[in-house]
Structures are given as C-alpha cells and as structure tokens.
C-alpha cells in the first residue's frame, strides 16, 4: 500500500485543500470521526507554520503499513527561516508571531509520532504519525 497525496502550501485555500485531502485518506483507513478531527487540527498546524513563517512549502500525506499496523504520516516541509530553538519552539505558549505558540507542543499531544528537524538558515520539516486502531 502506497498512497501518497503532495499539496503545496502557500495560501489558506491551500490548507483548507490539504484538510479535505487528509480526511479523504484517513477515511479509507477507518479512523474513527474523532481521530479524524485530531488529525485535521494537526495539519492546520503545521500548513498555518508553513504559511506564516515560511511563506510556501509543501505537505505530503502518506498510508502506511508496518507490520499489520496502519497509520497516516504527516510531513510538513518548508525552506524558510528555520526554527534556531527548538526546544523553545515547543514549548506552550511561546510564540514568535502573533500566534498562542501552541501549534507544535498541541500537534505533538495529538499525534502519535513527533519529529522535527530545523535549523536556522535550514528550513523547517516537521513528520508526524497517527496510527489507525
Ligand atoms: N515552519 C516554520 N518555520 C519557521 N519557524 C517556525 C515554523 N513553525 C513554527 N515556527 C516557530 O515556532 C514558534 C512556535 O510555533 P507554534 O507552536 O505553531 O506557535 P505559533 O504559531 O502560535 O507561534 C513560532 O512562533 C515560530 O517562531
Ligand atoms: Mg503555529
């Protein structure tokens, strides 16, 4: 199974396309209604980063499988500013723009899988998982 989906990032109809997109995927796995709205949180997320702090990017949606177990990747992926610290970046309520700072500590609880990857000058890729139970 390989399904991946790639939308490019660089407005608010982009996300809003990329939500329906997730959610197109998600079904087909069986995510309860719920995890569906968790998961749509997240990308709004991390698309709103992309949007606000890098201008354009790109987010890839991705099925796999591992051993029986189902689950959909997220991978945000911009080449902006970069994030010089992250360990700040994910805390709550830290917020370089006008934002509440909570997108990537709250993308985090919400998603089973977490990585960040950024540095200053480096752009920023951010890959999350939910897996299907
Ligand atoms: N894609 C990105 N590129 C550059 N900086 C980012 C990116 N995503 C997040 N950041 C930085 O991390 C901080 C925290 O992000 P977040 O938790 O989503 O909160 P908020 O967006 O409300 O500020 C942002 O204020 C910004 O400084
Ligand atoms: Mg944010």
Redesign the pocket.
């Known amino acids: 199974m390989a399904e991946v989906v790639r939308v490019a990032i660089r407005s608010d109809a982009d996300i809003v396309m990329v939500r329906q997109q997730a959610r197109v995927l998600a079904k087909e796995l069986g995510f309860s209604a719920s995890d569906l709205t968790l998961i749509a949180t997240a990308l709004s ?1 991390l698309a ?3 949007v ?3 201008g354009q990017g790109e987010i890839i949606l991705s099925l796999i499988n591992q051993g029986g177990h189902r689950g959909l990747v997220i991978i945000a992926r ?1 080449n ?4 010089t610290d992250i360990e700040r ?1 994910m805390q709550d309520g ?4 006008k ?7 709250g993308t985090r609880r919400l998603m089973d899988e977490f990585e960040i990857s ?1 540095g200053m000058g480096q752009g ?1 890729t951010v890959k999350v998982t939910k897996w299907a139970r």
């Open positions: 997320e709103r980063n992309i606000d702090y890098a911009d902006g500013p970069g994030i970046a830290y917020s370089t723009g934002g509440l700072g909570m997108g990537l500590p950024s920023t």
